[in-house]
């Protein structure tokens, strides 16, 4: 039966499966349930990032979802400084 590990390595995590990649002492056994979700909510658009500090010891306990936040670029285009441009022309007229 495959056993399924969580890594955190700095800020990143990922996932290890204990038949295809060598488990090093600092990987944290997680549920077969919980992998399963993981990639399920993910599927579904979630976003997910390591927890500050981990509050037990279940994958969830490690990472939270989150929603990132979406910058918006106001910097002007060619067609908005063009627009600029004949505004103040039609005032100049």
Not at 47 to 72: C, H, M, S, W
């Amino acid at each position: 039966m495959t056993r399924y590990y969580l890594r955190i390595v700095n800020n990143d995590f990922g996932f290890r499966l204990e038949e295809e990649n060598d488990i090093i002492e600092s990987d944290i056994e997680i549920t077969k349930s919980d992998y399963d979700i993981f990639f399920y909510l993910q599927s579904q658009g979630k976003q997910f990032r390591l927890k500050e500090i981990a509050t037990g010891n279940t994958l969830f306990d490690y990472v939270e979802e989150y929603v990132p936040e979406v910058i918006i670029d106001t910097t002007p285009t060619d067609k908005d400084r063009i627009k600029a441009l004949e505004m103040v022309m039609l005032e100049v007229l």
